[in-house]
């Protein structure tokens, strides 16, 4: 992959370039592993998502260090969002949610920022089973491709889960998919791990404790900022979520190791990066 008009041999990669490839990558590396690991249902069907209107408060905090051949820097990217989520049956095995997102906010400790604006308000139709298994989805469209990760998460908002959430059931899945990273079209593999670890009280509400532990692989080859590049990416989450026995989701919480290998492939020259990421899903009135 190549942009038009672009030659590495003629058009070496400058330290400043380097620098401003790898800034660029840091939020964009951080929204990939915000987004929300989909994986299908097992079992029979027993607690299913319930029609109804909920509100969350989305928080994503990474810290993370980068090392390239001219030294190593640290650097932190927050997210915050809110958003609106409607629920209804849409037909006898279809759930269709509506996502509206309220607000975004986004923070670097350094490296310019996508302009967000366009995505304020801006509203995702998705089809997923009753417990929660992606089918599809419609977005809006003219976002800022480093957002690509933030859209994907809202469409993927709702997590799925098994239908009968008995303590101690336990389960895993294996999905692979392609995401949009930087232009790029990264291949990602991930197994996850879930068990129910039973039940607790949030906000009033009785809700299913469901664990899930999961690896994840990813990697791909394209341009960042029209100079070639290859990407490796492994990572491991551990987190929570609740689901009460209405099927509400009323949140998770979780954090994720992640490691980074960026090469430029005209010169070999490599941009390691490690994230340490806190993720919290929180329902609001």
């Given at each position: ?69 001219a ?9 915050k ?28 400790s350094s ?40 859209m ?29 990273q ?34 994840v692989?990813?990697g ?14 492994t ?14 989701y ?36």
């Open positions: 992959m190549r942009r038009e008009g672009f030659c590495p041999a003629t058009h070496p990669l400058t330290k400043e370039s380097f620098f401003m490839s790898a800034r660029t990558a840091r939020l964009s590396l951080a929204l990939l592993f915000a987004t929300p690991l989909v994986v299908a249902p097992l079992g029979a069907q027993g607690v299913e998502y319930s029609a109804g209107t909920n509100k969350y408060r989305v928080t994503t905090t990474t810290k993370g260090t980068q090392t390239t051949p030294g190593a820097a640290s650097f932190e990217v927050s997210i969002e809110q958003v609106t989520v409607n629920v209804m049956r849409h037909t006898k095995d279809t759930v269709m949610a509506t996502m509206v997102l309220d607000s975004l906010a986004l923070t670097s490296g310019p920022l996508p302009d967000a604006s366009k995505l304020i308000g801006a509203k995702w139709v998705s089809l997923i089973s009753p417990t929660g298994k992606f089918y599809t989805t419609q977005a809006p469209a003219g976002a800022d491709p480093q957002l690509a990760q933030v994907d998460g809202v469409a993927h908002f709702l997590p799925s889960f098994r239908g009968n959430l008995a303590a101690g059931n336990a389960w895993s899945d294996t999905t692979t998919g392609k995401v949009s930087q232009g790029m079209e990264v291949d990602r593999t991930s197994i996850a791990n879930f068990k129910v670890l039973g039940d607790t009280v949030i906000a009033g509400q009785k809700a299913m404790r469901i664990e899930r532990v999961t690896n692989k990813a791909g080859m394209g341009n960042m900022q029209g100079t070639p590049v290859t990407m490796e990416t990572g491991r989450s551990n987190g929570m979520f609740f689901v009460t026995p209405m099927g509400v009323l949140g998770m919480s979780s954090t994720d190791d992640v490691n980074v290998k960026i090469t430029i492939v005209s010169q070999g020259a490599e941009v390691n990066i490690k994230q340490l990421v806190q993720n919290k899903v929180e329902a609001i009135k």
